[in-house]
């Protein structure tokens, strides 16, 4: 079946520092991947999106490219705010519109 | 537009009681989904519905009902509260976009059964 794998939170960083993480899948075929944010208190948001192989996501400084050799999705900013403290969800979509996610990773940014 | 809405923000019920969590969306979207959110399992698909009329059960679907009478409501119904359904409740809308999907999601509902 379908599946994410992401790397486990918390994930603790000082601002302007470089930001990864790690998102792994399972799937047959082609999904399209996407990153999820989820800020305190709210549902979650659109963060960015590839639809195949060797596309690059990016949105407020985030990118992920879409590695099907690898079958990852990292997620990576060069440097971070302390507005950037969310959760992070990996997810993919695989014919249909039902999607799968994974855990989630917290990202607490501090001045 | 309001996008997708979610009533009510809290809730505590109590072990047996039954209640329904309001879902709305004003993007005439086909697709609406029910998800919970757990910590440390991510979002996991209770039921979804591609259109009025139709619904379907996603991974955890035991305990709960739904409807779609309307493309704009897709109410979540709890039967019988148990503890095991304290969680938060999200719900998605989605449409086609050029084959990519794109989830909105509505800002949650708390519930706590005791």
């Known amino acids: 079946g379908n599946s994410v794998t992401q790397m486990e939170g918390p994930v603790t960083l000082s601002e302007e520092a470089f930001l990864t993480i790690n998102c792994t899948y399972t799937?047959?075929?082609?999904?399209?991947l996407f990153w999820y944010v989820q800020y305190p208190g709210e549902g979650l948001q659109l963060l960015l999106k590839?639809?195949?192989?060797?596309d690059k996501g990016s949105n407020k400084g985030f990118e992920a490219t879409y590695r099907k050799e690898t079958t990852s999705f990292h997620l990576e900013k060069g440097s971070v705010q302390v507005s950037d403290s969310a959760v992070y969800f990996c997810?993919?979509?695989?014919?249909?519109?039902?999607?799968?996610f994974g855990p989630g990773t917290r990202l607490s940014v501090l001045p | 537009n309001a996008g997708v809405t979610q009533t009510p923000e809290f809730q505590v019920l109590k072990t047996g009681q039954s209640m329904t969590l309001q879902c709305a969306q004003d993007?005439?979207?086909?697709?609406m989904s029910w998800y919970r959110q757990d910590p440390g399992m991510g979002l996991r698909l209770i039921h979804y519905?591609?259109?009025?009329?139709?619904?379907d059960q996603g991974e955890v679907p035991n305990g709960y009902n739904v409807s779609r009478s309307t493309t704009e409501d897709f109410p979540l119904r709890l039967l019988s509260a148990a503890p095991s359904q304290t969680s938060v409740y999200f719900c998605?809308?989605?449409?086609?976009?050029?084959?990519?999907?794109?989830?909105?999601f509505g800002p949650g509902t708390r519930l706590t059964v005791t």
């Open positions: 519905s591609v259109g009025a009329g139709i619904t």
């Open positions: 997810a993919l979509r695989n014919g249909g519109q039902n999607f799968v």
């Open positions: 993007m005439n979207h086909e697709y």
């Open positions: 998605a809308s989605s449409y086609d976009r050029g084959k990519t999907y794109e989830q909105y």
């Open positions: 799937a047959t075929g082609y999904p399209s």
């Open positions: 590839a639809t195949k192989a060797d």
